[in-house]
């Protein structure tokens, strides 16, 4: 799967589990239509296993941590089940680690999904999967959200609040026996109650930045300049962008008097990462047309975009679920001889720049993936700049590095 796809379920009960290098803390939180718990009893992890419909299993180090639900036992009014992971490992952080979300059958054990979050960085907690109800049929997403604030920063969003530890007076010089140290409180809702204890995670007192790529940054202050790896949501006024775009890409001979002939071009992705199709100067349209490039620039001299591709966001098929946009160089041109190449997303219907997303390094290579548009759970589509070269002359050849970097 890839983030923000979905599937239904086949069977009433299934087992999520989430593997990893490292030992994982799992949990599962019901929430109800607001996107909230209403109890601490909707807190399922290690310290409190069941609940209402879903039950926490551990792995006890050799198997991964799995969170059971059973939607015929779900109350009235849970409308959705996060499943959530964190290293169990104080501080640590998912970078270098590819953690892997298996949705099982929990009768017969048969793999349904799999689900990877890309490009992990500095998060200690991750929202990973959630099953949720949709005109009474249970399905089951791919999110990957992560948290650079730990346990605390999930239980914030969905109603739940982790204090801190009561400060501890010192203790005398040399103890015959030192005292235990004092359990961290439990986490509370208002007003408060007596649920076991969450798994130990302290909030500091101020969250950092959300790492590259997990800001919820949206169109509502205009345009937005996006830096490697940062994600921009298409969303203005509370409402998901689903008019045609239209993405300009832009390049510039780094040494004057010589002509350079890149191609832009687009590959379309489903769920599964499965590839659909390709849109280049040899392909004008894709999808019924909901795809379409402007033709091929043979020099790049001039100023403005060099070639264009234009989306139209509400045409999009269903299983159109990710996009792919990249520029490769069939003559063996270097990227190291390109100067000023970009990217910029518009509204195709104004001309008003959107998101702009300039390259500022390049390899000596001859293809790069310039930006990619994931559609998710809610409708809305996400850009996030890319800026990865791969040695690739041809679109054909950059399908497999893009369906690995959605």
Not at 32 to 46: E, Q
Not at 147 to 168: C, H, K, M, R, W
Not at 209 to 227: C, E, F, H
Not at 280 to 288: A, D, E, P, S, T
Request: proline share 10%; hydrophobic share 35%.
């Amino acid at each position: 799967m890839t983030p923000g796809s979905n599937i239904p379920l086949p069977t009433a009960r299934v087992t999520v589990d989430v593997a990893a290098p490292v030992r994982l803390d799992v949990s599962g939180l019901l929430l109800t239509a607001d996107g909230k718990v209403r109890s601490d009893d909707d807190f399922i992890f290690y310290n409190q296993p069941a609940g209402p419909g879903v039950s926490h299993r551990s792995g006890g180090g050799s198997a991964p941590d799995a969170i059971t639900i059973d939607t015929t036992a779900v109350p009235p009014g849970i409308e959705k089940i996060v499943v959530t992971a964190s290293p169990d490992a104080q501080g640590q952080t998912f970078r270098g680690i590819e953690p892997t979300a298996t949705i099982r059958g929990a009768d017969d054990n048969a793999v349904l999904a799999t689900f990877t979050p890309p490009r992990l960085g500095d998060e200690t907690a991750l929202v990973i999967v959630e099953v949720y109800l949709r005109n009474g049929v249970w399905k089951a997403r791919a999110v990957g959200q992560g948290y650079s604030n730990g346990l605390a920063g999930i239980a914030t969003d969905f109603g739940v609040t982790v204090e801190e530890p009561a400060a501890q007076p010192a203790a005398p010089a040399q103890p015959a026996t030192p005292p235990p140290p004092a359990p961290p409180a439990p986490p509370t809702t208002a007003p408060p109650t007596t649920a076991p204890q969450a798994p130990p995670a302290a909030a500091p007192p101020a969250p950092p930045a959300p790492a590259p790529g997990t800001g919820k940054i949206n169109l509502d202050k205009g345009r937005v300049s996006l830096q490697k790896n940062q994600t921009v949501s298409l969303m203005k006024g509370g409402r998901p962008l689903l008019s045609q775009v239209r993405m300009g890409l832009g390049w510039e001979p780094a040494y004057r008097g010589k002509d350079i002939d890149l191609d832009a071009s687009v590959i379309a992705y489903g769920p599964q990462r499965n590839h659909i199709d390709s849109c280049y100067f040899g392909k004008l349209q894709i999808v019924n047309g909901a795809i379409k490039h402007s033709g091929d620039n043979l020099t790049g001299e001039g100023g403005g975009d060099d070639e264009t591709i234009t989306v139209d966001l509400g045409r999009l098929p269903q299983d159109v679920s990710g996009l792919v946009f990249t520029v490769n160089s069939f003559s063996g041109q270097k990227f190291t001889e390109v100067a000023k190449a970009y990217c910029r997303l518009l509204d195709a219907a104004t001309g008003e720049e959107l998101v702009r997303f300039d390259l500022t390094s390049a390899e000596p290579q001859t293809g790069v993936m310039m930006a990619k548009l994931i559609r998710q759970f809610s409708g809305e589509w996400e850009m996030t700049a890319m800026g990865d070269f791969v040695k690739s002359r041809t679109v054909r050849g950059m399908v497999k590095p893009a369906a690995q970097a959605l």
